[in-house]
């Protein structure tokens, strides 16, 4: 499958009930190519309008903390376990992600990125290990087949809890020092 293929068969898609309500499918953004693949959980109001992931809020934050690192958006891919917005922003329901799933694996596939950094912790327990828990073991790389995996927390939960922002800064020196050596 390459890109164009997979692109089609995502807007296409209706595998499950977020495709009633979508605005846009939010498939991803940045570099094809990319050694680091940033996953979130799914779209959010702003994303679903737009129809890319993380333009919000989180998204500028997220572009901030990228910058700090000396990293843009251009040099890393960006994408959701989900690519069509949960009502309210609830968490994506277990079949809900099962469906996208496939099209996470086919991006992957595609990018072979050498990095995943999960933000949040859906996207954690949905990549790393179904217990993960974001305020234990954020930060810990673990080794996925040969590609190198972190976690750290979301974004949004840094706007809603800004103590916690120390915690992810110290998670992307980790991330930073990581990519310099691929």
């Not at 977020?18 to 939010?26: F, G, I, K």
């Not at 050694?35 to 934050?61: M, T």
Request: contains cysteine; positive net charge; glycine residues 6%.
């Amino acid at each position: 499958m390459d890109w164009n293929e997979l692109n089609e068969a995502i807007k296409g898609c209706s595998k499950c009930v977020l495709a009633n309500d979508r605005n846009n499918v939010v498939i991803g953004d940045g570099n094809k190519e990319a050694n680091l693949l940033i996953v979130g959980e799914g779209p959010g109001k702003n994303e679903d309008l737009k129809g890319k992931p993380f333009v919000g809020r989180a998204g500028q934050l997220l572009d901030k903390i990228l910058q700090a690192i000396d990293l843009s958006r251009e040099e890393v891919y960006i994408t959701n376990i989900v690519k069509c917005r949960p009502p309210n922003n609830r968490d994506p329901l277990s079949e809900e992600k099962e469906s996208c799933l496939p099209y996470l694996r086919a991006q992957f596939l595609l990018i072979r990125p050498k990095i995943i950094l999960c933000l949040g912790r859906i996207a954690a327990q949905t990549l790393i290990e179904p217990n993960f828990k974001i305020t234990k073991q954020h930060g810990q790389w673990y080794d996925k087949k040969g590609v190198s995996m972190m976690a750290t927390f979301h974004p949004a939960a840094l706007l809603r809890d800004p103590s916690r922002k120390k915690s992810v800064w110290e998670d992307v020196q980790k991330l930073k020092q990581k990519y310099d050596e691929i």
